[in-house]
Nanobody
Framework: QVQLVESGGGLVQPGGSLRLSCAAS????????MAWYRQAPGKQRELVAI???????KFADAVKGRFTISRDFAKNTVYLEMNSLSLEDTAVYYC?????????????WGQGTQVTVSS
């Protein structure tokens, strides 16, 4: 079992920046693909960024060049650095951990953190 706790959301003006953090419990962080999703009111949850255990990070087209994702293995934490925020970035942001054990796959979710971009 993996528990994820997000932090760092809040209210920011257009053009501003925020950094979200997601701390993972347990000792298997290095084997987890980590990602950030978001869900705006009335919309489906969408992938924002992913940082896999192997390979390069990927980003949704809407955030490319503005958001970066990183992970600190010593702190079992993944970060989402968000710059040049716009009104369209307003959403609840969820941390996701994806684990593969043989043929089985597991997804774990955090509780979400609200990001509101408003003037």
């Amino acid at each position: 079992q993996v528990q994820l706790v997000e932090s760092g959301g809040g209210l920011v003006q257009p053009g501003g920046s925020l950094r979200l953090s997601c701390a993972a419990s347990g000792s298997i962080f290095s084997s987890l693909d980590m990602a950030w999703y978001r869900q705006a009111p009335g919309k489906q949850r969408e992938l924002v960024a992913i940082i896999p255990t192997v390979g390069r990070s990927k980003f949704a087209d809407a955030v490319k060049g503005r958001f970066t994702i990183s992970r600190d293995f010593a702190k079992n934490t993944v970060y989402l650095e968000m710059n040049s925020l716009s009104l369209e970035d307003t959403a609840v942001y969820y941390c996701n951990a994806h684990r593969r054990v043989g043929a089985a796959e597991y997804d774990y979710w955090g509780q979400g953190t609200q990001v509101t971009v408003s003037s």
